[in-house]
């Protein structure tokens, strides 16, 4: 949002929080060169709702009784970031969990009118056509993500939108369907001599030729984590568990003999006695020096 952090007039704080709308919210995003940093919901409702020559006989305590009353935790609004497209969202989602605290909140007061001017639905449509975004790009960030899987997420994202059939849904899908190419992208590809891109590919099909498609390994152990969890609720190993256990029991100290001679164990392991641990290993050689020193 747009407002400066150093200004400590809190009725023309209040005033642009209350009656900026949809488009201006969205032209106004972070500028005059605001610090970026979190508001939580008490500071926000505290200012929100001061107003010179006005006093409400309510504080930020009642909304936040009602918010616990309804999410069972606090709820913290948050300041968007001009250079963060994602953090719309952020910002948006949780100011929308208020409208029902500060619609109750200002009923009893009379004062409907003061927050009717914000345009919750507005704030709703944009959300709604900003999270099938959200989720698209990172399912596109992924580091499993394929030519495969983008082309379903992209196509998921304009069924999303255009299931919408809103007017920013269909701006969106507008943009996407309409994007320039970068001439600086372009003109640097055509700089490439054919020379060139052809050595590219003729060595590429040999890498291919001897390249071996390999089958994702299965994952052998994706049971431990349930019955890990079962460990704990009930204190008993299973039959795979208990296997598992008698495994790591039969690891010795260390790998190999080479390591062994960098460890205090080098005294007293053998492969007679291989089971005394550090802790009475360091306790024998403090006993052994200090007798020796004596």
């Not at 039969?250 to 291989?274: A, L, M």
Request: with cysteine; charged share 30%; proline share 2%.
């Amino acid at each position: 949002m747009k407002f400066n952090h150093q200004d400590k007039n809190s009725k023309q704080w209040t005033n642009f929080w209350l009656k900026q709308t949809l488009n201006e919210i969205i032209s106004d995003l972070a500028t005059d060169g605001a610090s970026i940093r979190f508001i939580t919901r008490n500071s926000f409702i505290r200012r929100a709702i001061k107003k010179e020559g006005f006093n409400l006989p309510v504080n930020e305590r009642d909304v936040m009784k009602l918010l616990i009353e309804d999410f069972e935790q606090k709820i913290e609004l948050h300041l968007d970031v001009k250079h963060r497209w994602n953090s719309i969202p952020t910002m948006i989602s949780p100011l929308i969990k208020t409208k029902a605290a500060l619609f109750e909140t200002f009923a009893e007061l009379n004062s409907l009118p003061i927050i009717n001017e914000l345009d919750f639905e507005a704030l709703e449509i944009l959300e709604k056509a900003m999270d099938p975004i959200r989720v698209t790009v990172l399912a596109l960030s992924r580091q499993d993500a394929t030519l495969m899987t983008a082309d379903k997420a992209l196509n998921f994202m304009i069924s999303k939108l255009e299931q919408l059939n809103s007017d920013i849904s269909k701006t969106l899908l507008d943009i996407f369907y309409n994007v320039e190419a970068d001439e600086d992208v372009v003109a640097e590809a055509e700089v490439a001599s054919s020379e060139e891109m052809s050595l590219e590919c003729e060595l590429d099909l040999i890498l291919q030729k001897d390249t071996v498609n390999v089958s994702k390994i299965d994952n052998k152990f994706k049971w431990l984590k349930q019955e890990f969890t079962l460990f704990k609720n009930t204190g008993e190993r299973t039959e795979n568990f208990e296997k598992l256990y008698k495994a790591i029991l039969c690891i010795r100290p260390t790998s190999t003999d080479v390591e062994r001679v960098f460890s205090v164990s080098n005294n007293f392991c053998t492969k007679v006695r291989s089971r005394l641990s550090d802790k009475s290993l360091n306790a024998l050689v403090f006993f052994l020096n200090s007798f020796i020193t004596k």
